[in-house]
């Protein structure tokens, strides 16, 4: 088990890539925070439009869609982000497509993280919350072969180099919600930035407010913390490239 505060390199530079405006928020922004508080400059890349995500009869996927991008910019206000990019692939029709892949790499390409947080790409069959969003499965699969070995070799997507996306070699990738993580970051400074970004989702709130959050996200990040030292805590499995 290791923490971000032992890592054997230096790094300053961070992507998210997830499936919909609110997951980073839910999955990782307390780490997000803790990150931007210490300097690094951290991109989210959203991959859906997220249109689907409401039980409203009212309201059109083109409205929601729009509702969903400014509060993801709102919540990226609070975290202090560099960048917030939309792919805007339809909301619960994600797959990772070469196409998929090829707009992960360019931002790979252009934005050139040192670390990119995503999302777990397998079914979880444990009894637990969910089995996996398609979309979430499909987010993380896409971005792990933009991170290798599509956004490393020159010769995939040729054009890409041909409009100045250089070749770029990501040196960790982080999954969210792994079964078994190996890395753990303490969260606790950072909770309240945290929650601030997640009530930036109003939409996906259902009236809940942030005393509702604080204890939902406060349980499961305090259980997280158990045994290392920490009050609140994040975890993933760490993967390196590099070396």
Not at 6 to 30: I, W, Y
Not at 174 to 192: R, S
């Amino acid at each position: 088990m290791t923490t971000m505060d032992n890592q054997d390199e230096q790094f300053s530079r961070g992507m998210v890539v997830v499936a919909h405006a609110d997951d980073a928020e839910f999955g990782c922004s307390g780490t997000v925070a803790k990150l931007c508080a210490e300097g690094w400059e951290m991109v989210y890349v959203m991959c859906t439009d997220g249109s689907k995500g409401s039980s409203d009869r009212e309201i059109t996927q083109a409205e929601l869609a729009a509702i969903r991008r400014e509060e993801q910019i709102n919540a990226g206000k609070v975290l202090g982000l560099k960048d917030v990019v939309f792919l805007d692939y339809e909301d619960s029709m994600l797959q990772p497509t070469m196409e998929l892949r090829k707009d992960i790499t360019r931002e790979i390409r252009r934005h050139k993280p040192d670390v990119v947080i995503t999302m777990y790409p397998m079914r979880n069959l444990d009894g637990g919350w969910g089995v996996g969003h398609p979309d979430h499965i499909a987010a993380g699969e896409a971005a792990l072969q933009a991170v290798f070995p599509t956004a490393r070799d020159h010769m995939t997507f040729p054009d890409l180099l041909e409009a100045g996306f250089e070749p770029h070699k990501v040196a960790e990738v982080w999954i969210m919600g792994h079964p078994a993580p190996d890395l753990f970051v303490d969260v606790t400074q950072h909770m309240d930035t945290s929650i601030n970004a997640l009530m930036e989702h109003v939409s996906q709130m259902d009236g809940r407010d942030a005393a509702w959050a604080h204890e939902r996200m406060g349980a499961w990040k305090r259980e997280r913390g158990k045994g290392m030292g920490m009050q609140f805590a994040e975890a993933f499995k760490r993967i390196e490239f590099r070396r």
